[in-house]
């Protein structure tokens, strides 16, 4: 069945401007999670949305990064007045629910993000 | 979370089974052990997880010595797609942790695993 999808794949952007990242997490998937990933680096947590639970924004970085989760199903991921910082490969992850075969977290191709 | 600890870098050829080792002696009672990998410019992969027995799927098989203090990762015939940085991850599930915020992934350094032709 298909994956986690994120859009866009690349993104350009230049330092000040606005970014929007989508995440398109497995149909039925209930958990929603936010990571980024700079060069060489480790997953660093974002966000995290588990159905319509409030979401845990305990890893965003700043007040200029922003997420929402519309109708349980895609997410978007806005950083604001972007920064060279915030260039990163920001992945995307679902998983079912709490269950021993079904918390495996499923990670999409990632956003590659370059702020100039 | 446990404290893993992993070689840096392993080479495999092609077709030969890879064990990628990882020491986790701080483990405890109610932690697992996950693999993930990574190849380059992708997203992580999960690859398999256990608690004590040995574990087997169709990517891997997951060898937890009888006091869990280590684990070994069996790739039983490497290919060339095969080449990934493979992280070792302790943690308890987020099922048995309610109110907890276990779902968290970290990664350490891995284990850069190079297949060779």
């Known amino acids: 069945g298909a994956g986690v999808s994120q859009s866009p794949s690349n993104k350009v952007t230049e330092k000040g401007k606005d970014v929007e990242l989508r995440c398109d997490p497995i149909?039925?998937?209930?958990?929603l999670y936010w990571y980024r990933q700079s060069l060489g680096q480790g997953l660093e947590f974002l966000i995290y949305f588990q159905g319509n639970s409030a979401p845990d924004k305990s890893g965003l970085p700043s007040d200029r990064f922003s997420a929402e989760r519309t109708g349980g199903s895609v997410s978007t991921l806005t950083i604001q007045r972007t920064q060279q910082e915030d260039s990163a490969v920001y992945l995307c992850?679902?998983?079912?629910?709490?269950?021993?075969?079904?918390?495996?977290?499923?990670f999409g191709p990632g956003t590659r993000l370059l702020v100039l | 979370d446990a404290k893993t600890t992993q070689p840096p870098s392993m080479d495999c050829a092609e077709g030969r089974a890879a064990n990628l080792p990882c020491n986790h002696s701080?483990?405890?009672?109610?932690?697992?052990v996950y693999w993930y990998r990574q190849i380059h410019s992708q997203g992580p992969q999960y690859i398999i997880h256990g608690l004590k027995n040995n574990e087997t799927n169709e990517m891997a098989s997951l060898i937890i010595t009888e006091d869990r203090k280590s684990s070994t990762l069996i790739l039983p015939h490497a290919t060339l797609r095969d080449t990934a940085v493979y992280y070792c991850?302790?943690?308890?599930?987020?099922?048995?942790?309610?109110?907890?915020?276990?779902?968290?992934?970290?990664f350490g350094k891995g284990t850069l695993l190079t297949v060779n032709p």
């Open positions: 991850i302790v943690r308890v599930p987020p099922r048995l942790n309610s109110g907890g915020s276990n779902y968290k992934l970290t």
């Open positions: 992850a679902s998983s079912r629910s709490f269950s021993r075969t079904q918390e495996t977290q499923y």
């Open positions: 149909s039925g998937h209930t958990a």
């Open positions: 701080t483990i405890s009672g109610n932690e697992y």
